[in-house]
Structures are given as structure tokens and as C-alpha cells.
């Protein structure tokens, strides 16, 4: 009842899960070179995708449909989306410059490469060669999801725990890193903002201009205040006060 | 329930049985409800709006103004279509059809009907299903975020770049919540194929109240009302909706990230927002509220379950749920984006959380006798009785009048005029209504309003 067509009948191969296999794998292919050829760090990210993705339809075309989906959703939608997310933030044209920045990063890389690729292929194949298939028949008995989920918290519960607790740490490790603590009486909120500007002391609003409800429009009138004293905050300071002579007074003659 | 009704039910067995022709016939049909789905729904959506805020909306193009869209369309064909000199041309070119296809893909999943016969042969009216259907659709509206995050940075500007930001960090918090409450509806149903689902919400309890025999819905949405709420809550803000339409919020970011799309292009983005939104609803629907199967007034007709008439209640339950994206849209002003995060992690993510963890309990202790259940469930609820009794009252006091606010000023503060001011008319007022008035009466004899 749990298989059906879509997902290949353990054992043969069919025809469909050929053609798949011959379509997606040279895309995943060109999508893992791509990866590190291309110049665009984004490119190169979305390169990455395409190889995730096909690795999904594999999962699924492998009679493993919990895995490849959980591979699309976790993998392809939320940490690479993340990755997106920051190479977006550092900037479109970060470019590689293909400059060392470290001595003799390439050979340790390629050396390290090759290291990490014969660690894992010698695992695979010791478990390949102790290990006797019992098929996917057996394994997909009662489900494929049932069966994954029985094996994670049965057979392998603790290191499930162990990687979340990896994961959780880590998580904790970048907040604390990242995370600029503010002592709570240090936080302003919007009520003490506006009792500070509103105190005795505090001018509240814009300075009234000069002349303001004022008998005179001169720069030099100070403005009043609402219950109807004169301010002197509305006067520039630089303005000297001072008493008009009668010679400034007199008409200059100027209106005939 | 009779046999026959049961024998309505699709399981995963009947799938992948169909000819070539019936299974591009169901393909190019949900391809086609979607598209048609859009054409409406813009319509639906404006028209609405429209009356929502007293005025009559498109009413000019066809009937009701039903072909609107489509001239829109049309004319948005026609439209120059600018590549700006500073975008990523693949990427760029690309990005629409991400959203569209991941929008589009979800549909066949979605489980539109029963098992019914075409040409001879028995086959559901659902393109296909998987063991992890749901699964599936979480896939696709994950990878729709693509569609819109390379639309943005593509574009090559600044506000398209800021709303591919925010949109990424909306729609993965939202996908958090999302999944969360499908896991309650996963733990309930026991399956992951959305015909599974849609089986296992067909059977009720039997309510009997004064004699009669009152079936409830199985829905989850009344079962599960917390997953049911929190999860169109998360599909409001994952299909980028008002209130939570914040990676366009024309405020802000003009058009966010498609404000460098013109054309074709922008008619690919709008169309995948309508379809996802069409989608989205359509998950709703089968996963909460029942599927196919008709509510209650209407299963008392013994057919209403099979044939083709279920897919007239989806449809129906389909267009309702578009309904409510609307009317939240007619009524909700947008969030902030900091208020709108908060809401995400801090509301939505703990009392999921909490409400799974309260399922499952309820769930392990199905088995025990009645005394146990008892004991399970009174002394953890009455120990939170008794904590929200006695938890130290923080009622605010009551605000102080204007009067004793002026009063408590302290002394030196900021003078303010008397409380009962009285401001007499401005003597302007009446010299300009005299003024006026005879220059409306002239203007009224001998010239015709324009």
C-alpha cells in the first residue's frame, strides 16, 4: 500500500527512475561544478540549489520520500535561504578576487579534500562490506516515515539528542555573540521619554518664533507664552538689546 | 457509514493507476483552476474591497466586471518590458517563474474530490499522492521564497533588495509556525497524503442532545482550533497578504521586490501571489476544514459524499477561505516589521508549542481508565487554576483625571492655559459667510454647475 509507482520498487530499476536518474544527474553535476566556478558568490549559491534539489528527487526516486522532502524543505529552503540571505546583506557584486589570502591555502585545501574523500569513502565501504542488505521491503515495512521515525527515537535517541543539543548550543553561542545586551534601566521606554520632555525645566516643543502672539512683528518683540507671560527663550540670543535713539526714530524723510 | 460511501475514499493504492491522457487531463486541469482562479480572484478580491469600502469596484469590462483581469492582462502583455541595466539578467529573468511553478506545483497535491469514473476508468480527482504529500507542499512553499528573494536582489536597486530581505525572513519564521501546527493535524490523522487526511476527518463524534443523534464535523479545525488558527495565521503572512504584506509594503519599499518588474514579468508575480493565495486556501481546506466532504446540513442527503458533487463544497470552502484573506485585507492595517516578528516567535511559535505538547499528553493517556484520565488532566489544570487565582493582580490604577494631572505637575512646569478656556468666535468667520454670499447667489442664476 506504501509504494506507489512514483516511488521505485525496491530491487529493479524502471524505466522511469532511468530516465530521471540520466536527466538529473548530470544537472546535479553541473550544479556542484558550478558551485565552484562561479565568480558571483550568490551564483554560486544558487548553483548549490540545483544540486540539492536533484539530490532530493534522488532521495525520492531511492523509495526514501520522508528524507528527500525533508532535503528540499531543510536543506534547500531554510539554510540555504539563509546563506542567500547573508550573501545578500554582505553585497550583490561581492565578486571572488581570486587573490590568496592565506599561503598555501589551495594545496592544504586539495590535500584536506582528498583526506575528508577517502575518510568517507572507506566508511562506506567498510559498512557496505559487514553489513548485509535486508532490502527496502523490510525497512519500509510500516511505513517509510514510520520507519524513520522508529529508528530515530528508539535506536539512535541519543545521538538525536546530541545533535540537537550541538545544534541549540551553537545557537546560543552566535545570540551571545551577536547579541548586544541592554541593561533594563538603560531602556527608555516611550513613557519616561515623553515625562522627561514634559518635566520642569524641558522646553517641550519647537521654540516659539519670534513676534508670536506678540504686539509687535520685530524679531527683538519676545513671544508669549500661553497663560500670557513673555518668554526671552524666543528672542535670538545674539540680538543686542538695546533703546532706539530719537535720531534713529525720526523719519528719514524717505515717504514724500 | 455505508460501504459504499467508504468505498469513496481514495487511498494511496488508487494512485499512479491512471492512463496518459487522464493524467495530463488532471494536470492541465488544476493548471487551469489556478490560472482561472487568479482571473476570479483578482476580480473577487477588488470587488470585495470594493464593497467593503462603499464603492463599486470594476464593473465596466463584461458582466460585473468579470473580465477586468483579463484586460489587465492583456494590457499588461502589451507593456514595454524593462530590464534595468544594473540586474543579473538569468536571475532576474528567472525569479518569476520560481514562484509561479512552486505556486502551481503545490495544486497537485490537493485532493479536489473523490474517487469518481472517467472514460471507464475509477480514479480520484487529485493529480497525484505521496506517502508525504504535505511534506511536498511545505517543499514547494519554501522553495517560493526563491522566486521572490533572487527578485529582488536581482533587480539590481535598493528597495527591491530590502523587500527580498524581508520577505526571506518572514516567510522562514512563518514556515516555523506553519509546520508546527501541521504536526498536530500529522499526530491526529497519523498520515502524512492529504487524502489520508481528508479520510480521517469524515467521522465525527456523535453529539446526542435530548434524543437526537447531532453528528459534529471531524474537522480539525474544531478538533485542533489552535493548529487551525495559528496555521492560517502563518499563511496569511507566508503568502505575503495584507496584514502581513510587508515585503511590498508600498510605504515603504514602493513596491518592494517587484518594483523593477514590468510586463509579463510583474503579471507572473501577481499571478503567483493570487495562485498561492488560491493554494493556500485549498491546504486549508483539506487539511483543516474537511476536504471534499460536505459540512453537516448536507451530508444528511446520502450522496452529497460521492460523485462529483464534493467538488462543489471544496470550491465552495475554498472561495469562503479566499474570502477571509480579503476581508482581512479590507480591515487590518499592516503591521510593523519588528511587531510582526515579535508576533511570529514570540505568540505564534511558543503556544504551538505548547499546544502540541498539551496534545500529545492527552493523546498517551487515550488508553487509561477513567480515574487515571481524571487524575492527568484535573491536577495539571488545577494547578493552573489555582496559579492564574492567585497570580499577583496587575490591574493598572485608574488614570487621574485632567484636572489632578495639571494639579501633580511640580512646580516650574511648562504653563498651560486655563482647563476651562473659553474660546470666543473668530470674528473672521461671520465677515466672510457676509462677504460671500451674494457671490453664490449671482453664481447660481446664471451659471450651470460643471
Known sequence: MTTSTVLAAAGGVSGGEEVTFWILAPLALIGAIGMVAARNAVHSALWLVLTMLCLGVFYILQAGPFIGMVQIIVYTGAIMMLFLFVLMLVGRDASDSLIETLRGQRVAAILLGLGFAGLVGSAVYNAMDKTTAVGLDQANAEGNVQGIARLLFTKYVFAFELTSALLITAAVGAMVLAHVERRKQDKVDQVSTMKARFAPGNYPGPKPGPGVFATSSSVATPARLPDGQLTERSTPDILPVRELTAQETTLKGTDR | ?450
Open chain 2, 1 to 450: 457509514m455505508s460501504p459504499s460511501i467508504l468505498a469513496q475514499d481514495p487511498t494511496l493504492a488508487d494512485f499512479g493507476r491512471d492512463p496518459w491522457w487522464l493524467v495530463l487531463g488532471k494536470i492541465v486541469f488544476a493548471f487551469a483552476f489556478g490560472l482561472l482562479a487568479t482571473l476570479l480572484g483578482v476580480w473577487f478580491e477588488r470587488r470585495v474591497v470594493g464593497y467593503m469600502q462603499v464603492r463599486p469596484g470594476p464593473n465596466q469590462v463584461g458582466p460585473f466586471g468579470l473580465l477586468q483581469t483579463l484586460a489587465d492582462g492583456l494590457k499588461m502583455a502589451f507593456k514595454e518590458d524593462i530590464l534595468p541595466k544594473a540586474a543579473d539578467k538569468v536571475v532576474y529573468f528567472f525569479a518569476p517563474t520560481i514562484s509561479v511553478i512552486c505556486a502551481v506545483t503545490a495544486l497537485s497535491v490537493v485532493p479536489f474530490g473523490p474517487m469518481v469514473s472517467i472514460g471507464g476508468h475509477h480514479t480520484p480527482l487529485q493529480v497525484t499522492d505521496v506517502p508525504v504529500a504535505v511534506l511536498l507542499l511545505l517543499a514547494c512553499s519554501s522553495m517560493g521564497v526563491y522566486g521572490i528573494v533572487l527578485g529582488g536582489w536581482a533587480s539590481g536597486s535598493t528597495y527591491p533588495l530590502l523587500g527580498g530581505l524581508r520577505s526571506s525572513a518572514q516567510m522562514i519564521s512563518y514556515e516555523v509556525a506553519m509546520g508546527l501546527s501541521i504536526v498536530a493535524v500529522f499526530m491526529t490523522a497519523g498520515t502524512m497524503s492529504t487524502s489520508g487526511i481528508v479520510a480521517k476527518q469524515a467521522h465525527g463524534t456523535q453529539l446526542s442532545i435530548g434524543g437526537f443523534d447531532l453528528p459534529a464535523p471531524g474537522w480539525y479545525a474544531i478538533l485542533l482550533l489552535p493548529s487551525f488558527v495559528i496555521f492560517f495565521i502563518a499563511t496569511v503572512g507566508e503568502t505575503n497578504r495584507a496584514p502581513f504584506d510587508l515585503p511590498e509594503a508600498e510605504s515603504e519599499l514602493v513596491a518592494g521586490f517587484m518594483t523593477e518588474y514590468s510586463s509579463l514579468k510583474f503579471a507572473l508575480f501577481m499571478l503567483s501571489e493570487y495562485v498561492a493565495m488560491v493554494t493556500m486556501s485549498a491546504v486549508t481546506t483539506t487539511l483543516f476544514l474537511g476536504g471534499w466532504r460536505a459540512p453537516w446540513p448536507i451530508t444528511l442527503w446520502e450522496g452529497a459524499n460521492s460523485g462529483w458533487w464534493p467538488m462543489l463544497w471544496f470550491f465552495g470552502k475554498v472561495i469562503a477561505l479566499v474570502f477571509v484573506f480579503v476581508w482581512l485585507r479590507g480591515t487590518l492595517p499592516r503591521l510593523r516589521y519588528d511587531q510582526f516578528m515579535r508576533f511570529g516567535w514570540k505568540v505564534l511559535l511558543p503556544i504551538n508549542l505548547v499546544w502540541i505538547l498539551v496534545l500529545s499528553g492527552l493523546r498517551s493517556i487515550e488508553d487509561w481508565d477513567s480515574r487515571g484520565k481524571l487524575i492527568a488532566v484535573g491536577i495539571p489544570a488545577g494547578i493552573l487554576l489555582i496559579a492564574t487565582l492567585f497570580w499577583p493582580n496587575r490591574r493598572p490604577q485608574p488614570k487621574p483625571t485632567t484636572q489632578e494631572q495639571v494639579d501633580s505637575r511640580p512646580y516650574g512646569s511648562f504653563p498651560l492655559p486655563p482647563m476651562d478656556l473659553q474660546v470666543p468666535p473668530s470674528p473672521r468667520i461671520t465677515r466672510v459667510v457676509a462677504e460671500r454670499e451674494p457671490a453664490n447667489i449671482v453664481a447660481g442664476s446664471d451659471s450651470r454647475e460643471v
